[in-house]
């Protein structure tokens, strides 16, 4: 009895051409198999899977090209200024997960969106981004003024603060916000605009997150005037994240005689 080789390339063949397949269970269950096998050519019919009508379907093409990494990212970054919503709002999840800096012109296009999901999954992915994540906190430039707000040296001893920065880094996460560290300073100005002006409170939440994710103190004036946002939801967020701003750069924020922390 002969038995009949079968090749790697036949495989993936077969996979890919499963992405088209009628039923939406062959082709989410496709997605996740060319995911695990990194297959690169695989790239655009996966992109083309993020507008798909299924759920499912959606969300393992989404793991998948974050399995398959860089050789995605240049497809990922054209598909952010696809016609269809659901791909840039994926687009934009997926290079947030990958941390790519290349990523940043596009995702901050992304922020003036007509659509409000596409408009938050950009600024989630702009407060994910780490330039280095073994650097330790630095201040650039100072302590951006504040009116009545005054910035202090944080009470705790200096080298339990710096302890701590590293603790948080090896952990990953800080309660809801994703690891933090330096990020390209470009984004903050954009995020702090749509924080004080997006009609969208999922907007402005994203981008309240995404400032603390950044924790650049360039961002606290922007989020101090944030307080003033109706959405209760908003101003616990901008709360938080002035919070991390303080936690990462050893410092205490005090209003009026009052210390916030």
Not at 63 to 79: E, K, M, N
Not at 109 to 119: G, K, Y
Not at 235 to 251: G, I, S
Request: aromatic share 2%; net charge neutral.
């Amino acid at each position: 009895l002969a038995l009949k080789v079968i090749q790697v390339a036949d495989v993936l063949d077969v996979l890919r051409a499963a992405l088209s397949a009628e039923e939406s269970v062959v082709r989410a269950r496709a997605a996740v198999l060319l995911g695990q096998s990194k297959d690169v050519t695989a790239v655009a019919p996966l992109i083309r899977l993020l507008g798909d009508i299924d759920g499912n379907v959606r969300f393992n093409a989404v793991d998948a090209l974050a399995q398959i990494g860089q050789p995605a990212v240049s497809g990922l970054r054209d598909a952010l200024t696809h016609h269809d919503p659901d791909v840039r709002y994926h687009a934009a999840q997926v290079l947030g997960r990958l941390r790519e800096p290349s990523a940043v012109p596009g995702l901050l296009a992304l922020l003036q969106d007509q659509m409000p999901s596409v408009r938050s999954a950009a600024a989630a992915a702009l407060g994910s981004m780490t330039v280095n994540q073994d650097m330790p906190p630095r201040l650039r430039g100072g302590v951006p003024a504040v009116r009545g707000v005054r910035c202090m040296p944080h009470p705790k001893d200096t080298a339990e603060g710096e302890a701590a920065s590293r603790r948080r880094a090896s952990e990953g996460e800080t309660g809801r916000f994703p690891l933090r560290g330096l990020t390209d300073a470009r984004a903050v100005k954009p995020l702090g605009k749509i924080l004080l002006t997006d009609k969208e409170e999922i907007v402005r939440v994203s981008a309240a997150q995404a400032l603390g994710n950044i924790a650049e103190l360039d961002a606290m004036p922007m989020l101090f005037n944030a307080l003033q946002d109706q959405a209760p939801d908003v101003r616990r967020v901008v709360l938080y994240a002035m919070k991390l701003l303080a936690e990462e750069h050893q410092v205490a924020f005090h209003v009026g005689g009052e210390g916030l922390w």
